[in-house]
């Protein structure tokens, strides 16, 4: 009766950290195992606060995440980071991250840190993120924090997965800019100024708040949906251990379930079903594309793709053709 | 008999960059105009090089691409830019993008300068952007560069795509580091370092070789597959317009067609067929996608949906229901 995934949830959901570390391998592997143990333990998750934290490189992701995690502790609540690493093969990024992050916290069983691997995932990591998530929401910790390094489009969509975006933000001249850029902007519930205790920081922090004024304002001209609320701007030094507080209580009042108002409430499900409908669209999409890499559909895109790079079929052609053989092998 | 597209198709090959505009519009919006243009265009594409250029924010990336741009022309070639733009509601940067960058080739026909929103794509765009390659490639255009700000998942792989990909690193201490963690190097063919009249360029491109020379060594050590070759790595300064002839050089060396060994020609047909197999899953994602939010797909997955924002099913059992859903509606 007891399968090998049930056995393994069963243990990861009492405290033990190696059975947690393997069922969390088997849901980045996306084996059999692990999706038995997510369907074993899906029912009981739900009550973490899914929070995303991103923002470009040395903007002082890291630090910030960490400051955090002690700062919940401090206040009895446990906390798990998942800390997507853009590893590489020369560095084992992902690995040796782990290991300097554990070091503070080691011995603390309230605190969990993992990364996963960037590598090798291609559209999956979102998913295989979030499935890690519902694992540690499963596992009883009451903050999961997912930590995307990087400023591409691919890593702002995890983070914008998470219930609460935070965009952190290095104060430097002309960087503001390049958060517009990158999108970032758009998908923060909450923009943290780091490194409030260099000069120019309050001038950064002013500076995102009259662009995100102007932003609400353009959407109200150009007759877009406006954005559900605009974002706090926070500033925050990690070193000087300020701002902390004031960032963790306005995630807080992000919560699943936190005292607000009924528009919010809404508003939250609204962005939780939105949520919802792009994981599915993913792991159909993921569906789709191990079936497309086993048995005859493997070999007709092999044929397919020689022709294409050939410049002998059209791509969009061959894709039909692809599709029609998907779909025809209906209850495979 | 002459449909639209084929009208427009025709008009765009014979030099009318208003039809060329309006085509890759159609593409960009995955119309069914846009398809039919393709599949007439497609048999005349497959002679235009095509080039990705990508690297972090501010390495100077888009003066780079002028420059080289400035070259080819001098050569008497034809070159088309690509721009990928990750525009912002805020500054409607795209366009204003177009508008700075075609002032330096203004009127001149053997340029052609397109941004590519990347809002509202998700992993459209990069599919988006090889369909207006082609379109290019098949209007004649010599060379076809893809120029991708930003270091994230989603850009690299898109710069990935074309047939030879350039990264450009600007120096500075550590950046090379960055460049690792975004995997950046690991899809270089040829690495630039930027600003090469500024102090610490020689040191920054002796740092990247000594990476890349370790990397190979890993790479045995690990039993990986060893990557094709180790990627060139150049300086080059658009400021003093040093090093530019060697970078088109370099790039020509990979053109489809150029003399080289014979170890380089099944090499780089190796890596078409692996670049026509990602094309091609991609538009077959693309088309499921399409078919989940339409018809009676789109209220169903709304549904299921629902059940897992209210945490009420398993996203991967649902995932499996809407798979079955659309595999029942072969023929539709």
Known sequence: MTSPAVTLAGAARTGDRRALGRLLTEIEARTSTGRAALADMYPSAGSAHLVGVTGPPGSGKSTLVAALASRVRKQGRTVAVLAIDPSSPITGGAILGDRVRMQAHAGDAGVFIRSMAARGHAGGLALATLDAATVLDACGFDMVVIETVGTGQGEVAIASL????????????????????????????IVVVTKADVPGADQAAGALRAMLTVGAQHDRMAGDRPRPTRPEVLLVSAVEGTGVAELLAAIDRRAPGAAGDRRDAARFRDQALVRAETQLLGLVEERVRTRMQSGEARSRLNVEAQAVAAHEADPHAAADRLLDLLMGKNGE
Chains 1, 2 share one sequence.
Do not use: F, Y
């Open 162 to 189: 998470a219930a609460t975006t935070v965009v952190v933000q290095p104060p430097g001249l002309g960087d503001e800019v390049q958060a517009l850029k990158a999108g970032l902007l758009e998908v923060a519930d």
